[in-house]
């Protein structure tokens, strides 16, 4: 170490005065001198390893027809013609940091591993600031349709100012993380491609390079496309980076014949007449095809009228994701895209036979990949085609740290000072919007409003069954019978059954929405902020011997985007701007005097409706999580993972309470067609007893609300 006697002190007096060090030191005083390197605010090599369970909320499988289920099949099948056995794709409702890491450390790795592990890995992270998670959305059919834009909710935005909040560092210190747990769970032969534009792609090149290695570095495509405008300030900005990492230097999967384009008309034309540069025919070149190189002009953007079009802003075209997995990946491989859209990646991956899982945090993306993915599935059921179930999960719970954005730098005395410190103000903030007293004394109530208790959801994640539970139970233990449960966001699945089950216990049960607008100081001294109830689905079964059609014959929701008054006080003249209001759409016209016209664009129950689904026996399958066995008998995983030290954790089964949802009939809107039928087909029971039907409802926003009803055959 070249430090003087004059350093040295120096060095000790600044540590033990508790300031920080002057950045010379940083290449006098640490050994892994790089070369080159990225080097970030807080820039650090600890990884989450955070190990949630999953937890199946959905299981989507169109049913077969007879004639497929008598195929030699890669799958079996149940006698209602849905797989029963084999992987099932999986796309999981959530942050992708702790979803890589409950991957990577939790159970779910060894089925990964059996399938031969993730090869291929594809993401297209959020790097145009907020055009994620603010959606145009359609309400209604024919020529009545109007567009509303729904701006992010509360645990979006929080997201969002986690990744972008502090600038270019944040981003940075998000996908290095992210990136590097998907490097530990890429397979030795497997590749990564990473798509970003000119705003992130020289920071990420370099995080790339740390992480894989420059020596791993294949390609930097180009993707060059004339779709928008080009302004007049400078060259329009008209192409997109792709950066492509293989996990090693020799072993890596590239199809080059899958990939090659077909060749200049003269070039084919000059092999003809044998006058090509090399030994080679027309008809071979006409086969292997010319490589397309590292820019790729000849994929378009997704036009509007596009088939394939699914209105998600920042959708990228199947040709050009077809292109990436048949160069890196054979059939039957697993592919992830962890940020996944609209879910581009799996409808191709699916339509070339391979297996696929992925996430997103946003509910619509998954909604939007929900659609889309049975899409896939009744193609590929019309054309006799095999596909795959896929499952939608979540996580049961999330760090809530990691949104109440506490300096991970602190000391762990510190950090849990002011975590207690933000999570009281947070109380504070929503007890009072909520105009509710805070009490103290309880394990999980905060406050109380007349005769009620009340207690505050997470900030961080939805209220989930578990959290219930614990309300539930304390309520016995201290005879209470009247709560309130306010949340951002509701686990899929969780009502009605929670309050039916609440009421068996003889507590009223009421779950509110926290609105978007508590964190707006104006809107909580103006009274403007509403807490409203979950939705409201009525359905009818119509039950003809052993034989049920459902009938949804109401649904109702109660939110509140921006109230009309303050839209119509904010509107220019001449403008109109469309809103949410107490459960109904309405655009908002001022016209060129002033004048204010409020029309109400949800006319009927039934525009408020996107999709929904039924399940005719909901409690045929349970939901099952695996779980980490405390101290569990020593063992090695022998040649399973890359580490032969690794010790094998010990899982076990344990039921949840819950049930899993087989989507077994549904209806839904697409861009292109917008019809919505209201009666499910007749299912037909084997056996008579008593059934419990599931109906699933997702309104235009994504938000998903579920009844179940009882009927005896
Ligand atoms: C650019 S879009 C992907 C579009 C996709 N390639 C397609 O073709 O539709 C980025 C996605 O990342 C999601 N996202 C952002 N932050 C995330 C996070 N921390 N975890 C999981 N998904 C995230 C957003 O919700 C958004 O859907």
Redesign the pocket.
Known sequence: MHLTDNDKRDIVKLIESGKPLPDKYRFLLFDDKREVELVWNGKTNEVCNVVLPFQVIEQVDEPRKETEKEQVSLFDFDDRGRQIKGWTNKLIWG???LILSSLKNGPLREQIEEQGGIKLIYI???FDVGA??SMDIEIGEGDDAETFRKEANVLEEL?YRD?WGKGADSFIAMIFERLSLMRDLLVEDGSIYVHCDYRVSSYMRLVLDELFGKENHQNEIIWHFIKGASGNDRFGRKHQTIFWYTKSKERYIFNRKEVGVAYNPETIARAQRGEARYNVTAEELEERGKNPGDVWSDLHPVQGNAIENTG?A???PEAFLERIIKASSNEGDVIAD????????FAVAEKLGRKWIG????KF?IHTTRKRMIGVQRQFRNENIPYRAFEILNLGKYERQHYIGVNPNLADKDKQKMIEEREHEFLALILGAYKAEEVTGFRTMHGKKNARMVIVGPVNLPVSRHFVESVLAECIEKKMTKVDILGFEFEMGLFPNIQEEAKEKGIDLALKYIPRDVFDKRAIEKNQVVFHDVSYIEVKPHVKGKSVTVELTDFSVFYTQDAVDYVAAQLKNGKSKITVDKGQIIKVTKDKDGIVERTVLTQKWTDWIDYWAVDFDFENKKEIIRVKVENPKQQTLEGKLSDPQTEMPEYEERWTGDYIFENEWQSFRTKKNRTLELKSIAHEYEKKGRYKIAVKVVDIFGNDTMKVISILI
């Open positions: 942050d992708n940091k297209d992270p959020p994620d998670f997201a990744t998600y920042t959708q990228k962890f940020f996944a859209g609209s879910g581009t990646t996430s997103d945090l946003g993306a």
